[in-house]
C-alpha cells in the first residue's frame, strides 16, 4: 500500500460509525456548516501608525481609492450571488467605514473584521471582532503610535463578539502573560499572533540608510520586531503557560501551538517567485482579495500581499493554512485528533453565535460555513 492510501485508509477508519473521531468530525462540521468567504479591504485610512504595518509598508494599497456604502452595497450583493457567505474585512482600520460593513451585513451573514479595537463596531454587526494589541503602556505606544489597549478593553469587555489578539514580537514577549491576566480579570477573550514582517520591512532592515516613515521608525538590522529561533522557542512557551493557566479565557490549541513553531517555517515558499505552494489563504477562482475601490487584485499571492511568505507566521492564514493540510494530521489517531482541535480552535475564533433577536433581517440564522479543508479528503 502507498503512503497515500496509507492515510486514506486511515482517514475512512476515523471517520467510520462509531469512532469517537469520526463522531467529532461530524459534530463540527454540522456546527460550522458550509462557508466560502473572500477578502475585503475596506478602508485607507487609520487612526494609528504601526511599526512594520502589514497595509501601509508595501504597495498593494497605491493607487486604490475608496467607494461609497451604496456602491459597496450594490458590491457586496453580487458577492453573496457569487456564493460568498463569509466575509473577511480589513484594510488600514475597517471601523472607520462602518457604512461599509453595515452594507456587507445585509448580504453576507458571517464574517470577521480586524480592527485595532479604538472605535466601537455598530453592536447590530453580526460578525466575529479581532482587536490586534502589540503591547502594553509605553511599548505598545511605541508600536503604534498611542496606547489604545485600555480603550479597546474598555470599548469590547462586554462584547460577545470580540477576541483580543496579542501580536507577539521580539520586544513584547515577557508582556503577554500580563495582557493575559488582565484580559482574564475583564472577562475577555484572547489569541495570539506572531508579527510578521512585509517584504519591504525586510529590505529597508539591510538598507543602509533606509527610508524612514510612520511606519518605519525605528526598526535596524539590531532593533526589530522579527522572532528569531529562541524568540519562537519562547513564545510556545509562553503560550503554553496562558492555555495551561487561563484555558476559558485563550482561544488557542497545543496542536497549533506545536505547528506554528516549527522552526523550519510553516511554507513551502519558491526561491524564484517568493510565493509559498502550501499555503491554505492563497487567492483562488472563488477566494478574492478586493481593494478598498471594490477592484479585484487579480494575481495577488494572498489576502495580505505585502507579506513576507518566508517568515509568514500571521495567525488567520496559518490556521487556514494547517486545515487545508489534512494529510500531514492522518498519520494516526492523535495526528487527526490534533487536527480536530485545530478546526476547533478556528471555529472558536472566527465565527459567532448570536441571539436571534439581534441579527440583521436580511441574515439567514441557518449556519453556514467556510471553505472546507483539503477537500479531496473531505467526504461529502
Given amino acids: 500500500m502507498s503512503f497515500r492510501a496509507g492515510l486514506m485508509s486511515n482517514f475512512k477508519d476515523f471517520l467510520s460509525p462509531g469512532h469517537s473521531l469520526g463522531e467529532r468530525f461530524r459534530a463540527l462540521r454540522r456546527s460550522i456548516g458550509h462557508i466560502r468567504p473572500s477578502q475585503y479591504d475596506v478602508a485607507r485610512t487609520c487612526n494609528l501608525s504601526c511599526e512594520g504595518c502589514l497595509f501601509f509598508l508595501g504597495s498593494d494599497y497605491e493607487a486604490h481609492g475608496e467607494k461609497d456604502a451604496e456602491a459597496f452595497d450594490q458590491f457586496f450583493a453580487k458577492e453573496a450571488a457569487r456564493g460568498v457567505t463569509y466575509g473577511q474585512f480589513g484594510g488600514a482600520e475597517p471601523a472607520l467605514r462602518q457604512d461599509v ?3 456587507a451585513a445585509r448580504h453576507l451573514p458571517r464574517g470577521v473584521v480586524f ?13 466575529a471582532i479581532h482587536i490586534s ?3 502594553l503602556g509605553e511599548q505598545g505606544a511605541k508600536l503604534r503610535g498611542a496606547d489604545v489597549f485600555t480603550k479597546a478593553l474598555r470599548n469590547y469587555r462586554d462584547d460577545p463578539r470580540a477576541t483580543f489578539i496579542f501580536t507577539l514580537n521580539s520586544g513584547n514577549l515577557e508582556s503577554a502573560p500580563e495582557f493575559v491576566r488582565i484580559c482574564a480579570d475583564a472577562g475577555v477573550r484572547v489569541s ?4 510578521s514582517p512585509t517584504l519591504e520591512y525586510g529590505r529597508r532592515l539591510v538598507e543602509t540608510q533606509a527610508a524612514r516613515n510612520d511606519y518605519f521608525r ?15 522557542t519562547r513564545a510556545q512557551e509562553l503560550i503554553t503557560a496562558a ?6 479565557t485563550v482561544v488557542y490549541s497545543h496542536a497549533f501551538n506545536r505547528w506554528i513553531h516549527r522552526p523550519e517555517g510553516v511554507y513551502e515558499v519558491d526561491p524564484d517567485t517568493g510565493m509559498p505552494s502550501n499555503c491554505g489563504s492563497r487567492v483562488t477562482a472563488h477566494y478574492r482579495h478586493f481593494h478598498t475601490d471594490m477592484s479585484d487584485a487579480g494575481d ?6 505585502n507579506i513576507d511568505c518566508r517568515n509568514c507566521r500571521l495567525y488567520a492564514q496559518s490556521l487556514s493554512s494547517a486545515l487545508h493540510r489534512m494529510r500531514e494530521f492522518t498519520g494516526s489517531a492523535d495526528d487527526f485528533s490534533d487536527w480536530l482541535d ?17 441579527r440583521t433581517e436580511s441574515l439567514d440564522p441557518a449556519p453556514q460555513f467556510v471553505r472546507e479543508p483539503d477537500a479531496a479528503l473531505v467526504p461529502a
Avoid at 495570539?192 to 508579527?195: A, E, G, I, W, Y
Avoid at 480552535?345 to 439581534?358: G, I, N, Y
Wanted: charged share 25%.
Fill in 101 to 103: 460593513l453595515r452594507a
Fill in 115 to 127: 480592527s485595532n479595537g479604538t472605535i466601537r463596531l455598530d453592536p447590530a454587526l453580526p460578525y
Fill in 133 to 135: 494589541v502589540w503591547g
Fill in 192 to 195: 495570539f499572533s506572531h508579527f
Fill in 218 to 232: 525605528f526598526s535596524s538590522t539590531s532593533d526589530n520586531l522579527m522572532l528569531d529561533g529562541d524568540g519562537l
Fill in 243 to 248: 492555555l495551561d493557566a487561563h484555558p476559558e
Fill in 300 to 305: 495577488a499571492k494572498c489576502c495580505t500581499p
Fill in 342 to 358: 485545530i478546526w476547533e480552535h478556528w471555529r472558536r475564533l472566527f465565527l459567532v453565535e448570536r441571539p436571534a433577536e439581534r
